[in-house]
């Protein structure tokens, strides 16, 4: 979420680091999606800037955002949560809890492979190898 001043913006920059790792491979063997949790301030402008902010190359890589309907399905489509939690510091009065793993998900649709935040710099290259490795 545009508003997550934590593991957003750490997840954020491990797949920056992933995707310099793959090099040419974006774009034409590997695309990442970012997906907006908040469609109150997740909006495609401020998805933009927080791209931008932590200076994402848009080489295969598109943040995306919806109604509240489209994020509920999408959420329940990879058993993903999403909900709001009242607190005095959060935007609004509320911050956003939510799942914080990255799906690796194959050219079928199907997800291959859950990564933890922390992981993705030490695993996610080999696993994303093995995953087009098998698809070949």
């Known amino acids: 979420t545009t508003e997550c001043t934590t593991i957003c913006v750490q997840v954020t920059r ?3 680091g992933l995707q310099q790792a793959l090099g040419d ?7 990442f999606f970012s997906v907006g949790l908040d469609p109150a ?10 791209a931008r902010r932590h200076d994402v190359d848009f080489t295969g890589w598109t943040f995306l955002s919806g109604t509240a309907g ?3 399905a999408a959420r329940q489509a990879f058993g993903a949560l ?5 607190r005095g510091s959060g935007h609004n009065g509320y911050d956003l809890e939510h ?3 990255t799906y ?3 050219r079928q649709g199907v997800v291959r492979k859950k990564i933890p935040p ?3 710099t030490l695993g996610g290259l080999h696993d994303i190898e093995t995953i087009l490795a098998s698809s070949r």
């Open 14 to 16: 491990e797949l920056r």
């Open 41 to 50: 301030h997740d909006t495609p402008a401020a998805l933009a800037t927080f």
């Open 118 to 120: 922390g992981l993705l």
């Open 25 to 31: 491979r974006m774009g034409r063997e590997v695309v």
């Open 82 to 86: 999403a909900m709001k939690v009242a």
């Open 70 to 72: 489209e994020l509920e």
């Open 104 to 106: 690796l998900v194959d």
């Open 99 to 101: 799942t914080t793993v």
